[in-house]
């Protein structure tokens, strides 16, 4: 499996699963564009990667910074091959202290900013009749998680238009797939409440370990792979066996 001389985009991929992402596809020697909110962290990121991979400051629910990052990707390497929908805000909230500016906050990223990028990159791919779409989604969509309504609503929708969005791309043979991760020991995660849950969702898990960023990337770089061409319209756990279905 290679990605030579194709560009991928990976949102989010300043730091944790983002960039494990961003490390496998380079090492399969993609031109990776590491776009996050976090200038420096995507410029460390992508200085690691080589293939000419660089980095983009954006805000993926922003419009005008989604169209800036793809007018500069189209700019610097004249090709969208595969964009990765990874970024995203992760809240611990009790459901009934999420007022809607906090609602929509959420929304406004994990959700907006898919559809906002989906757009934008697949207008390019339907262009050269050759695309891939990878969502990250969640498990907690399919374990209703506490403490993260907005999220786990947000990443339901992801679901559903990854779903709806596969019919719609196909017959411009532009693949669409979500992997849907379990607990993994980001930076966003150890700095956060769900830090504390991992001996409870170990317990849960068929597998009897601690999951990394490391453990998701795989399943995503198969994903957007020009051998995949034949999966679309699908979400795929990597949770350690967490969530069976
Ligand atoms: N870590 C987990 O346990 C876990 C589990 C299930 C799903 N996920 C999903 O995996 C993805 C990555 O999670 P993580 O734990 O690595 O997160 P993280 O918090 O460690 O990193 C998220 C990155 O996204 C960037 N970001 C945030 N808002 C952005 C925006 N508006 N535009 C551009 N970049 C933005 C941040 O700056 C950061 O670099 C997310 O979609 C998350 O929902 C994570």
């Known amino acids: 499996m290679t990605f030579e001389g194709r560009t991928v985009i990976v949102t989010g991929a300043a730091q944790g699963i983002g960039a494990a992402i961003a490390g496998q596809l380079a090492a399969a020697d993609a031109t990776v564009v590491v776009a996050d909110t976090n200038g420096p962290g995507a410029q460390a990121v992508a200085s690691r990667l080589g293939h000419g991979s660089f980095g983009v400051v954006a805000d993926v629910g922003e419009p005008d910074d989604v169209a800036a990052l793809h007018a500069e990707v189209i700019a610097q390497t004249g090709r969208i091959d595969a964009l990765v929908n990874n970024a995203a805000i992760v809240p611990f909230t009790p459901w009934d202290e999420v007022d809607f500016p906090e609602w929509r906050r959420i929304m406004r990223v994990d959700l907006d900013g898919v559809y906002l990028m989906c757009r934008a990159s697949s207008a390019h791919?339907?262009?050269?009749?050759?695309?891939?779409?990878?969502?990250?989604?969640?498990?907690?969509?399919?374990?209703?998680?506490?403490?993260?309504?907005?999220?786990?609503?947000?990443?339901?929708?992801?679901?559903?238009?990854?779903?709806?969005?596969?019919?719609?791309?196909?017959?411009?043979?532009?693949?669409?797939?979500?992997?849907?991760?379990?607990?993994?020991?980001?930076?966003?995660?150890?700095?956060?409440?769900?830090?504390?849950?991992?001996?409870?969702?170990?317990?849960?898990?068929?597998?009897?370990?601690?999951?990394?960023?490391?453990?998701?990337?795989?399943?995503?770089?198969?994903?957007?792979?020009?051998?995949?061409?034949?999966?679309t319209g699908t979400t795929l756990n990597v949770d350690g066996g967490h969530v069976r279905h």
Do not use: C
């Open 125 to 231: 791919m339907r262009g050269r009749g050759y695309g891939r779409i990878v969502n990250v989604a969640s498990n907690t969509f399919f374990a209703g998680t506490p403490n993260m309504a907005a999220y786990v609503a947000a990443k339901g929708g992801v679901i559903g238009f990854t779903r709806a969005l596969a019919t719609e791309l196909g017959p411009y043979r532009i693949t669409v797939n979500a992997v849907s991760p379990g607990l993994v020991a980001s930076e966003g995660v150890m700095a956060s409440p769900h830090a504390e849950a991992f001996d409870f969702v170990g317990g849960l898990q068929a597998l009897k370990r601690r999951g990394l960023p490391a453990d998701i990337a795989p399943a995503v770089v198969f994903l957007a792979s020009e051998e995949a061409g034949w999966v």
